[in-house]
Structure formats: C-alpha cells, structure tokens
C-alpha cells in the first residue's frame, strides 16, 4: 500500500532564504510525483510535475527532484518570499489503477 | 480557457440530510478523480472515472457515498444520510490522462461541507 510522508510538517523562515521541502513514497511503482501549493481555503495550484524516468524539473525559484529507486523527492524554493506563504503537498500518481496518493503537507511562512 | 469548476463552494447540511456536489471538468478532459480533504491533511483519494466508467471507487468511505458521471463530462458526487465526519472539503480534478500530458491533474476549488 502506497504511503507518502512529507516532512517537515511546518516551516518557518525569514524572507530570502533557500529551503527544501522533502517527500518520500514507499512504491516506487509510480507515472508521475506532483507538487501543488494550497493556500488557505482554497484548491489546490500544481507547481511542477515529474514523470516517473526524469529526474527533476525547474519552474523560476522552484525545482524538483525525484529519486524513484529511493522513494525520495524535494522541493527546492530559492530566495523565499512571504508570498510563498501556503501549504505544500505532494501526490504520487500509482500504476495500476491511477490512484493518486498524497501527503500532508508542509506548511511554509516566510517572515517579512 | 476554463479551468475546473465545482458548486456549491459551501455546504451546510444537517445530520442525516442527503446532500449533492458537482464537479465540472476542463473540456476534453477524460479522467476525473474526487478527493476528501479533512482540515489540515492532504487529500485522500475517493473515486476515478474515465470517460464515464467508474474504474476505481476503492476510496469511497462508506455505501453511503455515491459518485456518477453519466455522459463522461459533468460528475456529480452524493453522500445520503450525512454525518459530523463527513464535513470535509471535496475536492475535484480533471485530466487528459495521457503519457503525452504526463498525466497532469487539474484542480477546481473544492467544496466545503460541513455537516452540523
């Protein structure tokens, strides 16, 4: 059974500094990993999304690796910004089926 | 274009009131999934659909929830007879589920049902 754990589970930071995000999934039979971003009350944004034989993916500050044979991904954002304020989660995509599992979350503030 | 849309955005039912949500999808997409989201958890996987086959209801919590997507397009999700644990946010997502769109899922807002 698929299992995904995100740590940590919150995140404070001052403003302008590097942070990683990590995700670890127990199945390595996957299509694809995905990081999304919540803010409160709202639904969920996709930030970047990684099949299953690539190994990272860049979008402005944020890249994302993956290390399928590990069960391992993180999420880098460069120079933090208080915008970046939310809750981020990832979600791996199973074979067989398409049942998508998520983790928790990371709740990140970047202080002003 | 439009993205994924859901109505209503809030719910407030009484116990042992049946209650509908509606998840329309991105035009064209084929795979729509629904997901609970308790307060402060990620989302847990209900129910998928390709076109309008139900191909995986693993996720449904209990017979009391029921998901149905008739012309493959509009999908409609339906807890009978709430309870407190049900209050939860249901989020919809669509997709083109193919290995060109790498499988992408797409989100709408969510629905907030609370259940008094």
Known sequence: KQEVTQIPAALSVPEGENLVLNCSFTDSAIYNLQWFRQDPGKGLTSLLLIQSSQREQTSGRLNASLDKSSGRSTLYIAASQPGDSATYLCAVLNTGGFKTIFGAGTRLFVKA | ?116
């Open chain 2, 1 to 116: 274009g439009a993205g994924v849309s859901q109505s209503p955005r809030y719910k407030v039912a009484k116990r042992g009131q049946d209650v509908a949500l509606r998840c329309d999808p991105i035009s064209g997409h084929v795979s729509l999934f629904w997901y609970q989201q308790a307060l402060g958890q990620g989302p847990e996987f209900l129910t998928y659909f390709q076109n309008e086959a139900q191909l995986d209801k693993s996720g449904l919590p209990s017979d009391r929830f029921f998901a149905e997507r008739p012309e493959g397009s509009v999908s409609t999700l339906k807890i009978q007879r709430t309870q407190q644990e049900d209050s939860a946010v249901y989020l919809c997502a669509s997709s083109l589920m193919t290995s060109r769109d790498s499988y992408e899922q797409y989100f709408g807002p969510g629905t907030r049902l609370t259940v008094t």
